[in-house]
């Protein structure tokens, strides 16, 4: 673990960013105007026709992982992968044409742990495999497009355990 020294933090030692960092630059695209707010999710827009969703799905450890140090803890040991599906009807929009974009960082897309792992775990780093991780420790993106009809706008999406997503749907004509 000394090649990941940075915990709970946003950037290991090595300046490799963190998924909680990610979640913070997440939030940073949240438009100002809160539309609406659940377990999962929050709404926002900007007020120019542009809709910002952030929704998340917090795994839970089980005791074990609690009862270990935190070398031997092995945080794949958890219950079963729980999926999360969300659907969001967004009402009194523009009708017409809207990119929905989807950023999102998972256990197994973008984060460092994983990653690490898959490299065999090494202690120390080489210069090669550090530039592997900051490239491969990065939210996927997804685009296409939605329409509205009716002044509403279905959104459908799943979540992960341990997924963070920002959904982003732009006015497109």
Request: proline share 2%; net charge negative.
């Amino acid at each position: 673990f000394e090649a990941l020294i940075g915990g709970y933090g946003l950037l290991s030692k090595d300046g490799i960013k963190m998924p909680s960092l990610y979640a913070l630059q997440f939030m940073n695209q949240l438009g100002s105007h809160l539309i609406q707010k659940g377990d999962h999710y929050a709404i926002t827009s900007d007020l120019r026709d542009n809709y910002y969703i952030i929704c998340h799905n917090t795994g839970k450890l089980n005791m074990e992982y609690f009862y270990r140090s935190e070398h031997e803890a092995d945080y794949r040991q958890l219950p079963a992968e729980q999926m999360l599906g969300l659907e969001f009807c967004l009402e009194g929009v523009k009708n017409g044409s809207y990119k929905f974009s989807r950023l999102f960082i998972n256990q197994e897309i973008g984060g460092l742990l994983e990653e690490w792992m898959r490299l065999g775990s090494p202690e120390a780093l080489s210069r090669d495999e550090l530039n592997y991780l900051r490239g491969t420790c990065v939210p996927r993106q997804e685009s296409q497009r939605l329409e509205a009809q009716g002044g509403r706008l279905l959104i459908h999406t799943s979540l992960g355990q341990n997924e963070i997503q920002l959904l982003k749907l732009s006015f497109q004509g």
